[in-house]
């Protein structure tokens, strides 16, 4: 059996010229398409966070959106929950017994924001590559 995999991306090269213009050009514009894409994936998590009974202060309610974040390579945004048992409920957590602490089961995460990524993953280049060529356009 061959071990050798390859994957093979086409037109990222001309996606990351047409960024390169627009960030030079308009960077403004890049801050714009960064906030509607975080509030999207903050609404499609918020969505799928499920509401806990006898909670004052909901999952729901602590997602926020970080000011965006400038580097040497781009500039990102990112999306946290402030919630202290928030990673429980996304990644599962083991049932403990009040006597001896002895493991007595594990309820599954509900992988919310992990779910909307991929979502997102499938979507994420038409919605650029659209985006781009609109801007594109405005610029000449």
């Known amino acids: 059996m061959d071990d050798d995999f390859t994957i093979k991306f086409e037109g990222l090269t001309e996606m990351q010229t047409k960024l390169e213009k627009v960030r030079t050009e308009l960077p403004f514009k890049e801050e714009e398409i960064l906030q509607t894409l975080g509030k999207t994936l903050k609404t499609s998590s918020k969505d799928k ?37 928030f990673h429980l409920i996304e990644k599962g957590h083991n049932i403990v017994s009040g006597k001896g602490g002895s493991v007595i089961g594990f ?21 650029v590559n659209t985006w781009l060529d609109g801007v594109l356009g405005q610029l000449k």
């Not at 309820?107 to 919605?127: A, R, W």
């Open 49 to 85: 966070t499920p509401v806990g009974k006898g909670k004052k202060y909901h999952l729901k309610d602590k997602y926020k959106l970080s000011k965006i974040n400038y580097e040497k390579d781009g500039t990102n945004i990112t999306l946290t929950n402030t919630s202290p048992h």
């Open 107 to 127: 309820v599954p995460g509900k992988h919310m924001v992990e779910t909307s990524m991929e979502e997102m993953e499938g979507t994420l280049p038409i919605i």
